[in-house]
């Protein structure tokens, strides 16, 4: 009877190396994962960011002459562009000359209210005469009265002729009838000063319609002359203009948006955090930022301020989870993180909005 025996292969010590290696490493590795993690918190969902200014017309024109070429660095007040001026340089003209006539019209009415004021001093210097004038011929009608009175008792009595009688009573009519005429000048004069101040008050106001006149003119002026200096587009910032898909010759509308100038003095980070991570992440803490772009260089930035609101509540089209299946999605925040003065000046200068960043914050 045959005795089977079982064979054993030595086991390879290699093997036991190379898994107490892999053992050793996965756990420093996930140790060192956790120690990390509890004083860190990371994202890749992270881009540049600078201001882009859009360079929009003002006026509508046909395009005139372009000074830049893409990706040119400009400096604020740098001419980027001109439209054709000829048609704004019409309105400034025409506005010129409606001024011109609005001073002339206003002169005129000046002019009027002078003289009606003149008028009107006159026609108090005749009623003032006139008032003296009545004033003289009551007190000869008085004196003339008492005379008739006097002579009237003579009569009766037969000391007088009826020759002198009469006489006493025609210098008292007489009187009276001077007395009664003056009264009807004063009156008129008094009328005609009535009139000539109606007439000075319509001056006045003919006065103050020119003057408005003349303000509305020198408004519309105003606007035409700035129309004519928006055909002049000035960069608004300092920076570098993005692709320029102008023409000469083409037409651009009010308020069109041609291109964009990227300011150059303003770079920082974007970082959509999840909202599990941000229970320990403050404003002020540090920020190791990696650029995909640049691998080797490693810059320091802190946080500044986190937004109002999640990224998606921004969307063209936000979620509403009223409505519908609700299945829970973790929400980003968008962080703000500026570069500390630690950097290199070159290093942010070659920074592009858009690019792709890693950023470590430092939370301990």
Known sequence: MENNTQTHKPKNPKFAVILAIILVVGGGFGIYKYIHGQAHETTDDAQIERNLNPIIARVGGYIDRIYVQDNQMVKK????????????????????????????????????????SANVAISEATIQSNTGTVEAAEIRLQQATNDFNRY?????????????????????????????????????SSSQKNAVVSKTDVASKQTRVAQANIDRAKATLKAAELNLSYTAVLASVDGQVSNIRLQPGQLVNPGQSVFYIINNTQTWVVANFKETQ??????????E????????????????????????????????????????????????????????????????????????????
């Open 77 to 116: 007040g740098d001419t980027l562009f001109t439209i054709q001026q000829a048609d704004y340089e019409i309105k400034v003209e025409e506005a010129k000359a409606a001024l011109l006539a609005a001073e002339s019209s206003y002169e005129v009415a000046k002019a009027d209210v002078n003289a009606a």
């Open 289 to 364: 930022i990696k650029v995909d772009a640049y691998p080797d260089d490693v810059i320091e930035g802190k946080v500044e301020s986190f937004s109002p609101a999640t990224g998606s509540k921004f969307a063209l089209l936000p979620p509403d989870n009223a409505t519908g299946n609700f299945v829970k999605t973790v929400q980003r925040l968008p962080v703000k993180i500026t570069f500390t003065a630690n950097n290199k000046p070159e290093i942010i200068a070659m920074l592009r909005p858009g690019m792709n960043v890693d950023v470590d914050v430092h939370i301990k």
């Open 152 to 188: 009237a008792n003579l009569y009766q009595n037969h000391s007088i002729t009826k020759q002198q009688y009469e006489q006493a009573m025609t210098a008292k009519l007489e009187a009276e009838k001077q007395v009664e005429v003056l009264k009807q000048q004063r009156r008129a």
């Open 278 to 287: 941000l229970n320990k992440i403050r404003a002020g803490q540090l920020v």
